[in-house]
């Protein structure tokens, strides 16, 4: 299960390698040009290839490829918020462990923690504003062109972000949190 930023940039190359394999597999290995049939008759005659033309193989690594980046840019973005809010919620517990039974404070306490936990997302990236103005604009347009992935990629996305742009920004943004210069 991806739960980091490196495991989801591992996991982007990966898928990303695997579907240009298949996809340089099925252009010079498969196709007839190429005058050598040893590979291609060694791969047909396993069960789960010997249907498969070049041309529907070319297709789908075509198709993965196609829409690789895109979905790694809302994966990233999925795993970053899910640990942001994480570390956030973990601070919270660890500010509040001491504080008396307050009726205020512990509704106050719960709102946030509501917060923290299903509020948006932008709010709480913009709550930590003593940091980087520069970094938490793109932090957000990561954000936005997540959500323009994930609403159905409709229009033109206000931006265009890659994603070892995305994994760049947000790893800069939680060293951030850390402390890190």
């Known amino acids: 299960m991806i739960r980091t930023l490196e495991e989801a940039r591992e996991w982007h190359a990966s898928v990303k390698r695997l579907a240009a394999l298949m996809q340089r597999l099925a252009r010079r290995y498969w196709a007839e040009e190429d ?11 396993d069960n789960e290839f010997r249907s498969i033309e070049a041309a529907e193989l070319e297709d789908l690594a075509s198709r993965v490829l196609e ?14 918020e899910a640990d942001v809010r994480s570390r956030a919620s973990e601070e919270l517990k660890t500010l509040t462990a001491q504080l008396p039974e307050h009726p205020v404070l512990k509704t106050a306490i719960d709102e946030a923690r509501e917060r923290i936990e299903s509020g948006s997302f932008f709010k709480l990236t913009e709550s930590y504003g003593e940091g980087d103005p520069d970094l938490r604009t793109q932090v957000d ?41």
Do not use: C, K, M
């Open 67 to 80: 829409d690789l980046d895109d979905l790694a840019v809302l994966l990233i973005f999925s795993v970053f």
């Open 141 to 181: 347009q990561v954000r936005r062109y997540r959500n323009w992935v994930a609403h159905g990629r409709r229009d033109r996305p206000q931006n265009d972000v890659r994603p070892d742009q995305a994994i760049q920004r947000l790893g800069r943004f939680l060293a951030l949190l850390d402390g890190a210069p």
């Open 35 to 45: 005058g050598s049939r040893t590979l291609a008759e060694t791969i047909h005659r």
